[in-house]
């Protein structure tokens, strides 16, 4: 089966309409995100703050938990929108989030770059494949 091909409008929209369900009392940074997966459902998060503040979750974290909870699969593209619903460049924690579920090839939309494969936000990344990598060399 062949990867859909990503709409980045329906996928903005998907991650605005997210946007509006964030908790974010402490930030005032709503942030909302979806994805498309290889089956061609698409998949939304948003942030959800706390009184504890280094415990707030960023919309990623939403968006995989609802990845895994309908079914898994594969990230085709993701697209990522906060504050005023701009593009918004998911931060270093969440790219590793989003590499475990799409890998180098998956798609993400960016402020700076454009759209851009992970590989070009998060390179030599560390991945599954390294533990694979280090059991097979007797490390793991
Ligand atoms: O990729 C990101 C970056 C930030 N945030 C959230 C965390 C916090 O709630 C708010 C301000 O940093 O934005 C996300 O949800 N995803
Ligand atoms: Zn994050």
Known sequence: MSAPAPDWEVLRAAAREAMT????PYSRFPVGVAGLV???RVVTGCNVENA??????CAECGMVSDLARTGGGR????????????PLMP?????????EH????????TVSLGIVP??????????PEDLVAAAERGQG
């Open 118 to 127: 992970m590989r070009e936000v998060l390179p030599d990344a560390f991945g």
């Open 75 to 86: 990230l085709v593209a993701v697209a990522c929108v906060g504050g005023d619903g701009q």
């Open 21 to 24: 369900h964030a908790y974010a």
């Open 52 to 57: 504890s503040y280094g415990l707030g979750l």
């Open 91 to 99: 931060c270093g924690r969440c790219r590793q989030l989003l590499w």
């Open 38 to 40: 290889d089956d061609g």
């Open 102 to 109: 799409g890998g180098a090839d998956m798609l993400i939309e």
